[in-house]
């Protein structure tokens, strides 16, 4: 019975509502700290287990998340400004409404350009937390 109550307790809930005001900061971007930006770490907030990173970023003028490899697939989708988005080497510029899909094992990155910020929704995985090994019957001393 303790390990249905353990599945029970580790079981995600029906949803999580989050109002984006609770998560908003001020911070440098992620990847060289390259100007400043506002960051609503919206998924911070769902209980676990979770699966996904949900963020929104506004990059001021002149910022940039620096580049960097990434190990799983990831969209940026420009909801205000225009910005340049980099994936091994391959660039391109993003206006509102566009949307970058970015590849595992990719080095990417992404500039602000123009007069005003960029405003960006960010969805990636979580990282799959580390599992132990499977152990054999005999291993565990079962009968």
Same mark, same amino acid.
Do not use: N
């Given at each position: 019975?303790s +390990? ?9 809930p029906?949803?999580a ?17 390259? $100007?400043m930006?506002?960051a609503w770490?919206?998924?911070d907030?769902a ?5 996904m990173?949900f ?5 001021? /003028?002149?910022?940039? /998340? +620096?580049?960097?490899?990434i190990?799983?697939d990831e ?5 205000? $400004?225009? $910005?340049e988005?980099?994936?091994?080497g391959?660039r391109?510029?993003?206006?509102? +409404?566009?949307?970058?899909y970015?590849y595992? +094992?990719?080095?990417?990155? /992404?500039?602000?350009?123009?007069d005003?910020p960029?405003?960006l929704? /960010?969805?990636?995985?979580v990282?799959?937390p580390?599992?132990?090994p499977?152990s054999?019957?005999?291993e565990r001393?079962?009968?």
């Amino acid at each position: 019975m303790s +390990g249905l109550l353990a599945l029970l307790l580790l079981a995600a809930p029906p949803m999580a509502v989050i109002d984006e005001a609770d998560t908003v900061r001020r911070e440098p971007p992620p990847h060289g700290a390259i $100007g400043m930006s506002t960051a609503w770490r919206i998924s911070d907030h769902a209980p676990q287990p979770r699966r996904m990173e949900f963020r929104r970023r506004t990059l001021d /003028i002149g910022s940039a /998340i +620096g580049e960097h490899p990434i190990a799983h697939d990831e969209v940026y989708y420009v909801l205000d $400004g225009e $910005g340049e988005v980099v994936s091994d080497g391959q660039r391109a510029t993003l206006k509102p +409404g566009m949307t970058a899909y970015l590849y595992d +094992g990719a080095v990417v990155g /992404i500039w602000q350009k123009g007069d005003k910020p960029l405003a960006l929704i /960010i969805a990636y995985p979580v990282a799959e937390p580390k599992q132990a090994p499977v152990s054999s019957p005999a291993e565990r001393k079962e009968p």
